[in-house]
């Protein structure tokens, strides 16, 4: 890794001065050595972070089915977007999902406005789901109120997400 840098202690230059590892899902998932080491390090050593390459799990024809939908869904005029706009994270959810227009959605940096528009997407759940009413603190579920006008969205969306649920399970303990 050349110089090492700890990201405990060290600067945000001297860390951001080193680039993000890229490693493999796959090789993680085969308890390789290698990506095991390199996966301490990126988070141990330096940056701090990494970048996972899960190509093997995220089939690439469906990330494209759904920048397809998103596309279609965004290219829609303004007035009907609109109808889907929510009051920005209202109990972190609102209604679980919603249009966010143009330079609402969070910065993450004070004093600065975010270029984009999103619509944000929760775990979709039907109202009768037992997480909705278990728990008053469960944030991130609900029913979505999927744009009609989008036809395509709420199946290519769901269907997105599952390879990440399988993603999120990386037996990494050797």
């Not at 860390?15 to 493999?24: D, E, G, K, L, Q």
């Not at 390459?53 to 089939?59: E, G, I």
């Amino acid at each position: 890794m050349g110089s090492r840098h700890r990201t405990r202690g060290a600067t945000k230059a001297s860390c951001a001065s080193v680039p993000a590892p890229t490693i493999s899902l796959e090789r993680l998932r085969a308890n390789d050595r290698g990506a095991l080491r390199a996966l301490r390090d990126a988070l141990v050593v330096a940056p701090g972070f990494f970048n996972l390459d899960a190509s093997n799990a995220l089939p690439p024809a469906l990330v494209r089915e759904c920048y397809e939908v998103a596309r279609a869904f965004f290219a829609l005029p303004l007035d009907a977007k609109a109808a889907y706009v929510h009051t920005q994270y209202d109990r972190e959810t609102g209604g679980c999902a919603a249009y966010v227009p143009l330079l609402e959605e969070y910065a993450y940096q004070p004093n600065t406005a975010a270029m984009v528009e999103s619509f944000d997407a929760c775990r979709d759940l039907p109202l009768s789901h037992p997480a909705l009413h278990d728990d008053d603190d469960a944030v991130g579920v609900g029913p979505v109120d999927w744009p009609a006008e989008a036809p395509g969205m709420k199946v290519r969306s769901i269907s997105h997400w599952f390879p990440y649920d399988r993603i999120g399970v990386v037996n990494a303990v050797s």
